[in-house]
């Protein structure tokens, strides 16, 4: 679980969610992009840890990925959440590939390490929190254009 700042009181925040068939990314970013939460989570958590961070933060919305579960999650997101929440779509392409990236950029490497080249680098631990956070970030700009 990684935790950073806390939101604007009055600010609404956004849950970023890649559910996947073993593991969700979760995300909570608030709409001036600053990022409250992220982690990722067992499959079957997903739904209890969204509930769970719903009393933590002021959640509005739920952004999904547009991919191939996501007809299934919405459906379940709508049915299971105690008091259900709005449900986006955001393009989830090629959101693999820039979360390895982005990754490096939150936790670039150290000492030797610096000098394996960034294509053969193993990250150490699932990116589907970094997808969550990508997908909000999709969805924000989509509004802003």
Not at 66 to 95: C, F, I, M
Not at 97 to 118: F, Q, S
């Amino acid at each position: 679980m990684h935790s950073s700042s806390s939101p604007k009181s009055d600010q609404p925040v956004l849950l970023g969610f890649d559910p996947g068939r073993r593991k969700c990314g979760l995300a909570v970013m608030g709409v001036d992009r600053t990022l409250c939460h992220h982690e990722v989570v067992a499959t079957e958590s997903a739904i209890t840890t969204i509930q769970t961070l719903r009393r933590q933060f002021p959640i509005s919305m739920v952004v999904m990925g547009d991919q191939t579960t996501a007809k299934h999650w919405k459906q379940r997101l709508t049915t299971e959440l105690e008091d259900p929440l709005r449900v986006v779509l955001a393009d989830e392409r090629y959101s693999s590939l820039e979360a390895r990236d982005r990754y490096w950029k939150m936790y670039p490497p150290k000492g030797i390490y610096r000098l394996i080249p960034k294509a053969l680098r193993r990250i150490p631990r699932p990116i589907d929190d970094i997808v969550a956070i990508l997908l909000i970030e999709r969805y924000l700009e989509r509004l802003v254009h």
